[in-house]
């Protein structure tokens, strides 16, 4: 039976969900759908999402403000609308949620209904950001959500700040019939994984590759491919994820960031039983970049 590869990884990609932009301005409006009993809340407990359900068929606890009982607060943001309806986030802070169980986005998120995971990865996304910019960062003032909660406005010296999104680049590095894969001392045990990188300022996408290869196991790459690309709010940042041949195959793993790096066969890889590493989780671009290599026909 061919392999048959995963779905470029658009897990955190919700295409049913409006974020109109256009109503974040509109104070009148938001305060009027903060109120509203059909509005839509999911809620965030030290950045966990509030989860209900069965363990094997999980789905976000999101009332109606009309289930709810209560009105939103100023400071709860604005997700967008859906199915005629605005949705929000409000963070808890250490507070649990009125109901459900707080998790971890990732340990649910490729059992989520479709476009949930993609509404509660803006949610922790955007709670990151608030809870990391109460204060100026010119003046050191503190700092007022504005805009729905998409930006934050300094009272002191008048700026607005806006929510970050720091560009990595992921990379499959592949030489004939081997791809590269290495293993950082954060991840899973067992697991090998792509190289990826911020880039740096002033950098380009293409320059931020070499660095990262170079830098991390010692190879020069050619030929780099643009595959795709994944949000991930873990915290904020987006993945650029590429595919390049490598120069020559040795190896030379910078021991600050890299465990072990080894060349990996296609048919060792696709022989599952008995595949030598473990590989990355099925919602990241990581495993996508991989399994599109490895369902490839040579």
């Not at 999980?58 to 400071?75: F, K, N, Q, R, T």
């Amino acid at each position: 039976m061919p392999f048959v590869p995963a779905a470029s990884p658009q897990v955190y990609v919700n295409p049913g969900l409006d974020r109109a932009a256009h109503r974040r301005r509109d104070a009148a409006w938001l305060d009027a759908r903060r109120r509203d009993p059909g509005t839509r809340v999911v809620f965030l407990s030290d950045l966990k999402v509030a989860i209900i359900g069965p363990e094997e068929a999980p789905y976000a606890y999101a009332p109606s403000l009309g289930e709810l009982g209560e009105s939103l607060p100023e400071e709860a943001v604005f997700l967008g609308e859906r199915e005629g309806a605005a949705w929000f986030a409000l963070d808890l802070g250490d507070r649990p949620p009125p109901a459900g169980r707080p998790m971890e986005l990732r340990a649910v998120s490729l059992l989520l209904p479709a476009g949930e995971a993609a509404m509660l990865a803006e949610a922790r996304a955007l709670g990151h950001w608030h809870r990391s910019h109460r204060h100026c960062g010119w003046c050191g003032t503190a700092t007022l959500a504005v805009q729905g909660g998409h930006a934050r406005r300094c009272p002191g010296c008048g700026r607005e700040h806006f929510p970050r999104t720091d560009p990595a680049v992921i990379v499959l590095v592949t030489h004939g019939e081997q791809c590269l894969l290495a293993r950082s001392p954060r991840f899973p045990p067992g697991m090998y994984s792509t190289l990826a990188g911020f880039v740096e300022p002033g950098e380009s996408l293409e320059q931020t590759l070499a660095r990262e290869v170079l830098e991390e196991v010692g190879v020069e790459i050619e030929s780099a491919i643009y595959r795709g690309s994944q949000p991930w709010p873990f915290p904020q940042s987006l993945m650029l994820g590429f595919r390049a041949q490598a120069r020559s195959t040795r190896l030379v793993p910078d021991p600050e960031e890299i465990e072990d790096a080894r060349w990996l066969g296609r048919a060792e890889l696709l022989d599952e039983p008995n595949r030598p590493v473990r590989l990355p989780s099925p919602d990241s671009i990581a495993r996508f970049l991989i399994e599109e290599w490895l369902a490839e026909v040579v």
